[in-house]
């Protein structure tokens, strides 16, 4: 844990092996960390530092995302082609979502975001070079939208909902995607092995 402020180290709370993924329940009050190694997540209380739960994903877990009302959310694991949707209230597991991909990879779930109405999940599959879309209510894979670029890893939505960006790693570009049509519009040339995206609303001319 940091001071903002100053740049200091606060605290160390012992997790996983291999933490990859830090993530802030939305009320403020308790943060997650992936274990790429030990396949679990930790919930550590913001006040105190104590860990609170121990809860077990499926293996190489990556990311976390909330519901806005942070009553469900899902873990991305890479190496199962899972997500793990758990109840961040009480910490329990509640189900697994097995996402299909095509071979040789098949899916290698990653960067999550959800639709701005929260009944779709987007989810970049790494390897699998495909972004795969999860039905919320239902928990359950509903179809992949293929051809994104090499190795999509971050994942964003636009302010207004209607398109994502997937930051390629290996073909080092960012494709735009239409939600609605799920077609893929744009694919922007960018250097550096990309790896996340950050999206906001543009600056009042």
């Keep these: 844990m940091l001071d903002l ?3 200091k180290l606060v605290r160390k709370v012992p997790v996983g092996k291999e933490p990859e993924g830090v993530t802030l329940r939305p009320d403020g009050k308790v943060v997650y960390v992936t274990s790429e190694q030990d396949s679990k997540l930790t919930a550590i209380d913001t006040a105190n530092f104590a860990v609170l739960a121990e809860i077990a994903v499926g293996r190489r877990p990556r990311g976390v995302v909330f519901t806005k009302d942070g009553s469900i959310a899902f873990v991305s694991n890479e190496l199962d082609s ?29 960067g999550l975001v959800l639709s701005r109405d929260e009944k779709r999940l ?14 919320v209510d239902k928990r359950a894979f509903d179809h992949s939208i293929e051809d994104v670029g090499a190795r999509p890893w971050g994942i964003a939505l636009s302010e207004d909902g209607k398109h994502l960006f997937s930051a390629n790693g290996s ?14 519009e744009k694919r922007i040339k960018v250097t550096g092995l990309p790896w996340g995206l950050v999206t906001g609303k543009p600056p009042a001319l």
């Design 5 to 7: 402020e100053s740049g």
């Design 82 to 110: 899972t997500l793990t949707a758990f109840d961040p209230r009480t910490n329990q597991v509640t189900s697994t979502i097995k996402l299909e991909g095509k071979p040789p990879f098949g899916a290698r779930p990653m």
């Design 122 to 135: 987007f989810v970049s599959t790494g390897r699998g070079g495909a972004i795969g879309v999860v039905d």
């Design 171 to 184: 073909s080092e570009d960012v494709s735009i995607v239409n939600v609605a049509s799920g077609n893929v």
